[in-house]
């Protein structure tokens, strides 16, 4: 077995590896040959373009010697004395217009340097090598396997181009619709092309779906299938890959990580809960005005005037990695704390305050402050914006009446409140926000299950004002495995059965280091399994194995693959079982049908708590307001 070096990701971060892959193996690998002074350009198309921007930046590639992208859906100026780099997908549609770019008398480029973002199909390599004009002008084609966004160092995302994954997998007709299949395949490729960057082999582990109940709608066994689907393709997709690396002996021979596959069921409150940490209050309050994490806001300049302004909030900024995961309260202290500093410390800033007073200030001193000028200038620009922020986040917070709504959601998910308080809370603050009070209601729905029935859905709408169509959305929740409705009576062969306790969430402590601030006691159910598997006490009950390890992580060869196509009927006493993982090998979550940034969060808080490596990817992150926008998309508004 190959002994797999130290994971350099650990301290490069996601993102860094991946921008590393492509400049360095696709861009610097083309350019290499060319004179110094030749230039190339990139082609690019709708997917790879997500994948590029989420890593690269223009001043990257420039460096590299790139000096235009452009996509390959559009038409393009023949440059017949340039060497292109294609960077696509191998679809049908970007093979095509590759081939065309080839096709005539006179083809756009001199030169071309094909890079497939993941996996290219039989077919398609057949149809490539029936160009003569491309095969003659062609000095490179590989399969990158880069396929995935990545959000930050511990993130990424498998995105697809319709963006509609839970109505795909989970929707009420996502079993009968094309989308599903091809949802699927989108997501292993785009998974398996993660592991393939990292150089990762991992031992697949999958929450096991739990056994349809009466009551639930339509289609709910495939839906507790999906995790166990995704995680045996999953398999599948990167043995292929492992056999067809062997050759240059890039991909490792045994496991080197360890991944957990689960479904949006295994914590449906986390995306609707208000969150009270610096990052995920921006993306909730202030969502309308980010946009792909960049932030629009107005400035009040020195002349009287109004200036827009636009900045990405990112790894870039060293403020923003400091506050982002930290509570309001604190992260709105330290800014303060900061900007006094920055004012008592730099003797510009003093210069300033002082109204032109320089009778403490040198020759050597004004030298500096020139010579530092331009530092004082963006570090004061990204404080100032901070504060800005935080200032925005408090007062919105304060007019909404997010700390009652807050304490009430946290109440409701550790089993301290109830449907009263709820009523209590909607005829106090009758202006409460439509958005705000349905997701109050998802809360109390998901923690306290089966209270809805055809009367109570009508008291709420009218209780809360709400339309047909936000209780239509609330009711959604039952896609996702939350027993919304009321379920009829039980069969005479159940009646003696116990009823089970409604389950309260694990209470956490404060991580080391951290103050426990008031509206901080929710934690998504990501912390325990992470917690758990750090520990090596997640249950292979719950969370079997594709293929069992053996040896201390190799892959046994007397081991069985699980059958996909396995009932989800009950078990009947069956011994919890518990696995201890490898130590300090990475941890990998990924979540089909969205992460939160809470949940991201966590995984960058955990990873530190631990010294752990850890990567949590999804589907899709979402805000609140795009999840409640997602769950209304999974079925069509019925009859209330």
């Keep these: 077995i190959k002994e797999v070096s130290p994971w350099p990701w650990t301290t490069m971060g996601l993102r860094d590896v991946a921008r590393d892959r492509l400049l360095a193996e696709m861009v610097e690998g083309s350019v290499k040959d060319l004179p110094e002074n030749e230039w190339t ?12 921007s989420s890593v690269c930046s223009v001043s990257h590639l ?30 049908q549609g970007s093979v095509s217009r590759l081939l065309a770019d080839f096709h005539s008398k006179s083809p756009l480029y001199k030169r071309a340097c094909v890079f497939f973002s993941s996996q290219l199909p039989k077919h398609e390599l057949e149809r490539i090598k029936q160009s003569p004009t491309l095969l003659s002008r062609l000095a490179a084609l590989k ?27 989970f929707g009420e007709n996502a079993n009968s619709s094309g989308s599903y299949e091809r949802e699927m395949d989108v997501v292993v490729r785009r998974l398996a092309s993660v592991f393939a960057s990292l150089k990762e082999l991992p031992a697949i582990r999958f929450r096991m779906g739990k056994p349809p109940q009466d009551g639930d709608p339509a289609g709910a066994s495939e839906r507790h299938l999906i995790s166990q689907r995704i995680a045996v393709a999953l398999h599948a997709e990167l043995t292929n890959m492992r056999q067809k690396m062997a050759s240059n ?32 209050m921006c993306f909730d309050i202030l969502d309308d005005v980010i946009d792909n994490n960049i932030f629009k806001y107005t400035i009040d300049t ?32 330290l800014l303060n ?40 200038r963006e570090q004061l620009k990204r404080l100032s914006l901070h504060v800005h922020i935080a200032t925005k986040l408090n007062t919105m917070a304060k007019q909404m009446g997010l700390h009652e709504i807050g304490k009430l959601e946290q109440d409701l998910v550790y089993g301290n409140a109830t449907s009263k308080e709820v009523i209590k809370l909607l005829g106090a603050r009758s202006h409460m926000k439509e958005e705000d009070k349905v997701r109050l209601l998802m809360t109390y729905v998901a923690t306290h299950p089966e209270k809805l029935d055809n009367n109570r859905r009508m008291q709420w709408m009218k209780l809360a004002k709400l339309s047909a169509e936000d209780m239509n959305m609330i009711n959604n929740l039952e896609y996702l495995g939350v027993a919304v409705s009321k379920r009829g009576a039980k069969s005479a062969l159940s009646f003696a059965t116990k009823r089970k306790k409604r389950s309260i969430r694990k209470e956490h402590s404060a991580l080391e280091g951290e103050e426990q601030w008031q509206l901080s006691r929710f934690q998504p159910i990501v912390y325990d399994i992470f917690e758990d598997m750090l520990k ?3 249950s292979q009950d719950e969370y079997p194995y ?44 990924f979540i089909v049908g969205g992460m939160t940034r809470s949940e991201l969060r966590v995984a960058h808080q955990l990873s530190n708590q631990f010294s752990s490596n850890l990567l949590i990817g999804a589907t899709s992150i979402d805000s609140p307001n795009t999840f409640l926008k997602n769950v209304n998309s999974m079925s069509l508004l019925d009859d209330l």
């Design 62 to 91: 420039v460096e590299k010697r790139v000096s235009l992208v452009e996509n390959i859906q559009k038409k393009r100026q023949p440059m017949p004395n340039m060497t292109v780099i294609y960077f696509i997908s191998p679809t």
């Design 546 to 589: 594709v293929i069992q390890p053996t040896g201390g992580g190799a892959v046994g060869k007397r081991t069985q693959m699980i059958d996909v196509e396995l009932s989800v009927r009950k078990k009947k006493n069956v011994r919890r079982e518990t696995t201890r993982g490898v130590e300090g090998r990475p941890v990998v979550l």
């Design 249 to 280: 002996d890039s991909f490792p021979k045994a496991e080197t990580c360890d991944l957990v596959i689960v479904d949006r069921g295994v914590d449906p409150v986390a995306p609707f809960m208000h969150e009270w940490t610096y990052e995920c």
């Design 337 to 376: 704390d900061k900007m006094n500093y920055f004012k008592s410390a730099n003797k510009l800033a003093r210069h300033k305050a002082n109204q032109g007073d320089q009778s403490d200030i040198d020759t050597g001193d004004l030298k500096q402050m020139v010579e530092s000028l331009p530092q004082y």
């Design 302 to 333: 020195n002349k009287g005037s109004e200036e827009e302004r636009e900045v990405v909030l990112g790894e870039q900024d060293p403020i923003w990695v400091e506050l982002r995961h930290k509570h309001i309260a604190e992260a709105s202290l």
């Design 536 to 538: 090596g006490e997640l």
């Design 41 to 52: 350009l990139l082609v690019v198309d709708e997917t790879t373009t997500k994948v590029l």
């Design 143 to 169: 399969e990158l396997n880069l396929e995935f966004l990545a959000i930050d160092s511990r993130g990424f995302t498998t995105a697809g181009s319709r963006e509609e994954t839970l109505k795909d997998l």
